[in-house]
């Protein structure tokens, strides 16, 4: 019987992984992004972050001891990403490496002249097709910052990315979703944004996002999370697009609401 396997791994990770109040309460804090949560989604995005930190594996590198309170920040920062997603959508892959700082990827690869390449910049963050998440715990610190730049989103927004293959800024969408309107929509945004980005214009939105639609599309969800309003102004329809990849609209979410009698 599936489901009741199912319910039987469910009860058994819940039972394993306790999240004490008031690291829960800390780290929710810390993050700007999780407010105006109503309470149903506070009890799935704390049952979410525990399964979570129960099927993956976490592990410091370079000698980095991880706490409690680093895998339920990275944890919460993840879910956060799939709180209105199937839950199966971070199956398939265990490893989150945490590094104590920016880390040299050693990449290598072939071009097409036979000339092998190795990747010598230092990443904060990277995201394996069907291998490990790897962070840097500098980067990660600096995440809660409500500055559009999220290293745990963007990584983490790849792999829903790499649903359906490469990352390539054409994640897998829902039934219902036009994907020649998400292909419009995000093509001409990138092409206009790339644009800026050639003439030296300053833009809100990291630069780094021209680099290619994948990272288009993370650089975007980095933003979507945490400084939505940027988005709704420079590209509304990617942001409706967003709102309805991501099942969520944190721009209505995160915007004060009057204060009853006020
Ligand atoms: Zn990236």
């Known amino acids: 019987m599936v489901f009741g396997l199912d319910g039987w791994r469910r009860r058994r990770a819940l039972e394993r992984v306790v999240i004490p109040d008031d690291l829960w309460a800390a780290t929710l804090r810390e993050y700007s992004f999780t407010r105006g949560l109503t309470t149903e989604q506070q009890a799935r995005l704390r049952e979410r ?12 590198a370079h000698g980095l001891e991880l706490t409690d309170a680093m895998i339920l920040a990275i944890a919460v920062q993840a879910c956060m990403l799939a709180l209105e997603l199937d839950a199966e959508v971070y199956r398939g892959w265990v490893g989150i490496i945490v590094y104590p700082s920016a880390f040299l990827p050693r990449h290598t690869w072939v071009d097409e ?128 697009q967003m709102c309805q990849f991501y099942r969520q609209d944190p721009a209505t979410r995160l915007s004060p609401r009057e204060e009853a009698g006020a």
């Not at 972050?49 to 410091?60: P, T």
């Not at 021209?210 to 329809?237: C, K, Q, R």
């Open 113 to 240: 002249a036979g000339v092998v390449h190795h990747d010598d910049r230092s990443m904060m963050g990277e995201a394996r097709y069907d291998g490990p998440v790897i962070l840097s715990w500098d980067d990660v610190a600096n995440a809660g910052a409500e500055d559009g730049a999220n290293v745990v989103i963007h990584e983490f927004a790849h792999k829903l990315d790499m649903l359906n293959g490469t990352a390539n800024g054409y994640p897998l969408l829902h039934k219902g979703m036009s994907r020649q309107r998400w292909s419009d929509v995000f093509g001409t945004a990138y092409q206009d944004f790339s644009r800026c980005v050639d003439r030296g214009v300053y833009t809100r939105i990291d630069p780094y996002a021209a680099e290619s639609p994948g990272e288009f599309f993370a650089v975007l969800s980095e933003v979507f999370f945490e400084t939505p309003d940027v988005l709704v102004l420079e590209y509304p329809d990617v942001y409706e």
């Open 49 to 60: 972050v525990a399964l979570f930190i129960d099927e993956k594996s976490f592990s410091g």
